[in-house]
């Protein structure tokens, strides 16, 4: 059965990175022509991959719904005529697996033409679906491809043809993405749904093993499970979503709202309004497997441990979750191997030192009072999953004065219930001295006073501090509206372009501009957002490029900024010797028709400006992940090779080697 298992989890694991070489089934590319006055045809070109029998949006029956389907929404609908005209080498054939049904369907290309008719002075974006099936080896798949094209009926009746095509992580961020799911494993264990069984657990296999070593042995195959389960979890869902996915998601703002509930939901359960677990029928139906008579049984008791004790680790799950989406296609795995590893160890530990299990402390109130404090930052944390929404669609809900103000009084109301002074469902009595007066532990006064310190470090934030300690997390400089030094946050940032012979940025800056830095402000730097903005401004001015791969949701990005870029040196010499250009790459802004095309590096569509930064960063230094700073001529020709990373062992020293390494190369180049 153990060869059984294993044999599993390697077949598991190479289909996980077999599909993750997968290419699109289908490549899809769009293009419009004008007919006539008014009139125009949008061509839609679907390409299917080798081996792949795209279905045609003939029916093949009423009950064999498996056609090609192209659907346009209400509003677009209005503007179609006739119906659509489908051409390419249609084939034919009778299926087996679909009841010897006769198919049609194409292996080298397809075209479908649907007409569209404006009248004078109309401007509308056709939107719609693709549903296509196709058959790949004895299977048969689906998929679905966005369509988004602009037509206008101009009073000169011109129509410009626009091609649009459908469209690694840095190792240090991944090995702290390790570390944070390891230290998360380890806060989990502390927690009372998992720390009361470990002598249960450990007794178990010592003292019902044949052997000694092989009870060591079983506790050690107990614990590979345990970490082997988390890692599963994080696997299925780097499987599940497609390449490039994640990062998309963890930017998307309804993906971020639903963060913010599920924080919420598990942070308010921390603080005892009520429990979460799962169906009561899932563990007893594992329970009944689990044994120490083989290798399975051994399994299915670590599977038990896993959801029975869901409710108090299961919002670890989740955050660590929630924070891979945007370090890449690995990341969940890592992140739950971190986890798993962090919860399995302790076992282990006491396993082959059982010794130490007499000094285990016993359960009781002081794992309510862990669970509390979690609850407290889990409730933090939610506001920052809040804020990227806010960020990402505007709202202006959570600007930066608002969100200092909820973590102030989180942290105060934190600090007051370590002291004792507030009581929730599950605490129990304050322990008493020698003399029967309740008392507050060492431990939770140093808590206290750090939590309490925290939100008087936040207060000066207010009035526009920096808070260089949690730059990173709290919103933008720009979405705060009064700031002491310099009046409102929008008002302070004026153009500081002082050569007349160079266009100022124009491009985005009316909606990224509030994302500036505090140091860019500072140091009255002049920023683009556009890149060939800045290879303009570059070629007048003759000056390398700083090419700044940035998000509005990137933690580490405000980290860089907060650090490095406020350092003088590093400030003047952005100033006096480069051209700088904070490249978005999830904005969220939909491109022009004609800038829209197939990305093969990305193997997606490219249809907003950040979908743009981020294949441009791929062509550049072949890499994902930001911040990235990237270093180019006029020409948008590299500099040096690669890309300048976050990395927390190196500052403003390292990084001002770093430009005047750039410098030395531009001289030469142009001397």
Known sequence: MKYKLLLVVNLFFLSLFSSAQDTQPVQFSFDKAKTAAGEFELKIKAKPAAGIQLFSTQKISEDLPVNTIINFDTAAKIFLRDSIKESGTLKTTVDATLNNATIKYFTDSVEWVQKIKLNKGDSTRIIGSINYYYKKGESIESGEQRISMQFQYNADDTAAIADVGNSS??????????????????????????????????????????????????????????????????ALVATVLP????????????????????????????????????????????????????YSGIFFMALTLVVVSF????NFVASLLGLSTAAGKLAPIIGMLGFGLGLALPFAVFAFFPALLSGLGKSGGWQNALKVVLGFLELALALKFLSNADLDKGWRILDREVFIVLWVVIFVLMGIYL??????KH?????????????????RLILAIASLSFALYLIPGL????????????PPMGTQDFIANGGGGSNVIADKQNNSAVASPQKYITKLKKYEPLAAINNNLTIYYDYAEA??????????????????????????????????????RMKNDFI??????????????????????????????????????????QASGQPNYVFVDGDGKLLVQGGYGYDATKGPKEFIAHLDKVKEEFKKRFP
């Open 169 to 234: 992580i840095q190792s240090k961020s991944l090995w702290g993405l390790l570390l944070a799911g390891i230290a998360a494993g380890l806060i989990g264990f502390l927690t009372p749904c998992v720390y009361a069984l470990v002598p249960i657990t450990v007794s178990f296999f010592t003292k019902r093993s044949k052997t000694k070593s092989q009870g060591k042995v079983n506790a050690l195959f107990y614990s590979l499970c345990i970490i082997l389960i988390y890692t599963l979890v994080g």
């Open 243 to 294: 390449k490039n996915a994640l990062n998309n998601l963890s930017t998307n703002w309804i993906f971020n709202i639903f963060l913010f509930v599920l924080f919420i939901i598990f942070g308010i359960s921390f603080l005892g309004a009520f429990e979460i677990n799962l169906p009561s029928s899932w563990s007893n139906k594992i329970d009944s497997k689990a044994g120490i008579g083989s």
């Open 311 to 314: 409710s108090c680790t299961g």
């Open 419 to 424: 002291l004792g002074k507030i009581k929730f």
């Open 427 to 443: 605490d129990s009595e304050s322990a008493k001295n020698d003399f029967g007066v309740p008392y507050v532990s060492v431990s």
């Open 463 to 474: 009035w526009g501090a920096p808070l260089k300690a949690v730059s990173a997390f709290v």
């Open 535 to 572: 290879l303009a401004a570059a070629k007048i001015l003759k000056k390398p490029v700083m090419l700044d791969f940035t998000g509005i949701q990137c933690v580490n990005c405000r980290e860089f900024e907060s650090k490095i870029w406020i350092d003088n040196g590093v400030g003047q």
């Open 580 to 621: 700088i250009a904070s490249l978005f790459c999830d904005y969220n802004e939909e491109l022009p028709d004609n800038e829209k095309r197939f990305s093969k590096l990305l193997n997606t569509t490219i249809e907003t400006v950040g979908d743009k930064n981020e294949d441009l960063q791929a062509e550049l230094i």
